[in-house]
């Protein structure tokens, strides 16, 4: 099993080039293709939401001004893809033929008209894997919009690229275990980087266990797969669960964690905090999230 096909919706955020990199990292691991998609905001959707009072001259230059702004970002996304093709030993490829020609890691880039969430997460059904720009871009919040359509409406996992581009991926793993269908779910997502890495941590903490099998199982559960991986709580750091969970991955060098993402609410997460929400504001290492 390997990541053949990854995803990457680039919507012309600051870190859309860190990735960039990141997925073509990814790509040369597993000798697979990484499809840029960037979603251009359709002029035709903006009509519904001009509301009463307007008049069709109104509603037309709304309609026009959109399709500028739209264009003109699609334009400097495109711009930014081409940059980093050039000169890097990547085969630009738009089918499945000329990929397996090509026998390396491939890429491609288009851009389409529509909404993007739900593009994005239909779209990602088709993939391995999406690869998502670091939500905490500043420029605006597409980034994460992309990346909770993905969590939430694909049932692939979402690897979040971090700020800077990293050095290596998947060499040494850290896995968050807390017994829900989450945490399930992203270790069996992240098997592949499991069976390919150096070594293997499961975090855990009995303030982050949730009702279901402990980290015991869970090395069971591994076992069976043939990975040997080391246990070790963590504790957190100023009450903060996500923290600590940070903190024990770095103490371990690690180059990918992989967790399970929103085991509470994302609403309750956003208004009172929680390990998902800090670890996507804090990571400054690739991370692997599966819901």
């Known amino acids: 099993m390997a990541y053949r096909r990854i995803l990457l919706p680039l919507t012309g955020t600051s870190a859309g080039e860190a990735a960039l990199h990141t997925a073509l990292l990814t790509a040369r691991i597993w000798h697979s293709h990484v499809h840029c998609i960037h979603v251009r905001v359709d002029a035709r959707d903006v009509a519904p939401l001009a509301g009463e009072g307007l008049s069709g001259a109104m509603i037309e230059e709304m309609m026009a001004a959109t399709e500028r702004e739209s264009g003109d970002r699609a334009s400097r996304v495109q711009a930014l893809f081409d940059r980093f093709v050039e000169g890097r030993e990547v085969v630009v490829a738009t089918s499945a033929e000329a990929a397996e020609k090509a026998d390396a890691a491939t890429i491609s880039f288009a851009s389409v008209a529509g909404r993007e969430e739900d593009l994005v997460a239909q779209q990602s059904r088709l993939y391995d894997m999406a690869v998502v720009p670091?939500?905490?871009?500043?420029?605006?919040?597409?980034?994460s919009d992309a990346l909770h359509a993905i969590l939430f409406d694909s049932g692939r996992p979402v690897l979040i690229a971090p700020r800077e581009p990293p050095a290596t991926i998947g060499a040494r793993v850290c896995c968050a275990w807390n017994g829900t269908a989450e945490s399930s779910a992203a270790i069996a997502a992240a098997l592949p980087w499991l069976?390919?890495?150096?070594?293997?941590?499961?975090?855990?903490?009995?303030?982050?266990?949730?009702?279901?099998?402990?980290?015991?199982?869970?090395?069971?559960?591994?076992?069976?797969?043939n990975i040997?991986?080391?246990?070790?709580?963590?504790?957190?750091?100023?009450?903060?669960?996500?923290?600590?969970?940070?903190?024990?991955?770095?103490?371990?060098?690690a180059d990918l964690l992989c967790m399970g993402a929103y085991s509470h609410s994302r609403i309750r997460q956003l208004i009172l905090g929680g390990v998902t929400r800090h670890v996507l504001e804090n990571a400054d290492m690739p991370v692997m999230m599966c819901r």
């Open 195 to 225: 069976h390919r890495a150096d070594a293997v941590r499961i975090l855990y903490s009995r303030d982050y266990q949730r009702r279901g099998p402990d980290v015991k199982g869970i090395l069971s559960y591994l076992r069976w797969h």
């Open 228 to 253: 040997t991986a080391e246990p070790v709580e963590f504790s957190p750091v100023t009450r903060e669960v996500g923290a600590g969970l940070l903190g024990a991955a770095r103490d371990f060098g």
């Open 134 to 143: 670091h939500p905490d871009a500043g420029e605006d919040v597409s980034s």
